[in-house]
């Protein structure tokens, strides 16, 4: 991953932290716009072949297993 990418991942998990913490998101809409953008990327990557999709899906997939561990609302 770039240095752009690892920045941008950084700032949308600091986001989504905070978004939860203060109570802005429910952690099951969070997880659910998690699981869109995965389902997404696994798609693109499934119909493209291209290496990027599947890369960020494994990222987003890794931040889904994170997220699965914030406090139930």
Known sequence: MDSAGLAALTLFEALI???HDRDVLPRS????LL???ATTRHNAARLTGGPD???AARLIDDIIARAELLPRD
């Open 17 to 19: 932290l905070a978004l």
């Open 29 to 32: 809409e969070i997880l659910g």
């Open 35 to 37: 699981h869109d953008a």
């Open 53 to 55: 999709h599947a890369d």
